[in-house]
């Protein structure tokens, strides 16, 4: 089992930046990806950024060059900050780990809302 706690949403200006953390515990080592998911109402969840092994990033085309994903060494964090948000990355945004034998995890959410 792997546990995953977000924490940092809120509102935000347009233009303003955010830093989400996702403290994950359980186990770890089974642990081979984690990622960024987003959700709107209406919307089917979708992937926002993921990080492999540590240095292996993908991003959506949404948010490239805005947002960066990225893990502590120890493998139990993992941030994405957030640079430049437009009000349509307003989302309940999850933190999400795969495992090697293929077990998703997710977190309970964060709400982002970015308005003036």
């Known amino acids: 089992q792997v546990q995953l706690v977000e924490a940092g949403g809120g509102l935000v200006q347009p233009g303003g930046s955010l830093r989400l953390s996702c403290v994950a515990s359980?186990?770890?080592?089974?642990?081979?990806?984690m990622a960024w998911y987003r959700q709107t109402p209406g919307k089917e969840r979708e992937l926002v950024a993921s990080?492999?092994?540590?240095?292996?990033?993908n991003y959506a085309d949404s948010v490239k060059g805005r947002f960066t994903i990225s893990r502590d060494t120890a493998k139990t964090i993992l941030w994405l900050k957030m640079t430049s948000l437009k009000p349509e990355d307003t989302a309940v945004y999850y933190c999400?780990?795969?495992?090697?034998?293929?077990?998703?995890?997710w977190g309970q959410g964060t709400q982002v809302t970015v308005s003036s």
């Open positions: 990080i492999r092994g540590g240095r292996d990033t």
């Open positions: 359980g186990r770890l080592f089974h642990v081979y990806v």
């Open positions: 999400n780990a795969v495992t090697y034998d293929d077990n998703q995890y």
